[in-house]
């Protein structure tokens, strides 16, 4: 079935389609924006980035309208339609150019070395093969560009870590499409030969309930200009 892009209406078969998760997340990341305070995250996560920007499952397109007019384009991928095109119709009301693009994590559709900086934006916990997927992200990001990531993982204590993985093992990927709970982002990202920049954790909701998705890390990291 053909699939709509931001500029191009390019055609491909989605990558991933979790069309009930997908419905339910853009409702309640609509939510967040505000009760959770992730407007003012995304604020954080990308203030100071410049030239040309990919971003990794780019979901509904919460991100566009946060991006400083020091960006010349955006290319948005996101695997799952409904999201994909959610996010579509956020990139014609951003003022930075955005295309949204179908692709997956392990196998951007896009050139070696094109980008100045990638961000990664609670997405680490769902694609099916990290390595690869920080993989392609080296590959697209010149050498010495920057990632800017706002992800969450394992934390808290022992209990909380159990339930965690206990989750990860059973229910929890099938009902959120595909999310895992007690990944661990930063070193994910150094083991992919990545160069850890300044880093904080963040407690999602800051204030309230404490819940399997609260352990949040919001940094920089980039590629080596060696490498």
């Known amino acids: 079935m053909p699939l709509r892009s931001a500029r191009s209406g390019t055609v491909s078969r989605d990558a991933v389609h979790h069309p009930l998760f997908a419905r339910f997340y ?3 990341s609509v939510t967040a924006e505000t009760r959770m305070g992730m407007g ?3 604020e954080r996560l990308l203030g100071g980035l410049s030239g ?3 971003e990794i499952g780019a979901g509904n397109g919460l991100n566009f309208a946060h991006y ?3 960006v010349s384009e955006v290319v948005a991928i996101e ?3 409904r999201l994909r095109q959610l996010a579509v119709e956020a990139a014609l009301r951003a003022e930075v150019p955005v295309d949204v693009v179908p692709g997956a994590a392990e196998a951007l559709p896009v050139k070696s070395e094109g980008f100045d900086a990638a961000v990664v934006s609670l997405v680490l916990c769902s694609v099916r093969d990290v390595p690869r997927a920080l993989g ?3 590959r697209v990001l010149r050498p010495g560009g920057e990632v800017r990531f706002f992800e969450h993982g394992r934390g808290g ?3 909380m870590t159990f339930s965690q993985r206990a989750l990860d093992r059973t229910v929890w990927p099938v009902l959120n499409g595909g999310c ?3 990944r661990e982002p930063v070193r994910a990202l150094r083991e992919a030969g990545f160069e850890l920049g300044p880093y904080r954790q963040v407690m999602m909701p800051e204030e309230g309930p404490t819940l399997p998705t609260s352990f949040c890390v919001l940094g920089t990291a980039c590629r080596p200009v060696t490498s």
């Open 79 to 81: 695997p799952e339609r």
């Open 157 to 159: 204590g022992r209990v």
């Open 52 to 54: 040309r920007v990919i």
């Open 26 to 28: 853009a409702r309640i």
């Open 136 to 138: 392609e992200l080296r």
């Open 68 to 70: 400083p007019g020091t």
């Open 40 to 42: 003012a995250v995304r």
């Open 180 to 182: 895992h709970l007690a």
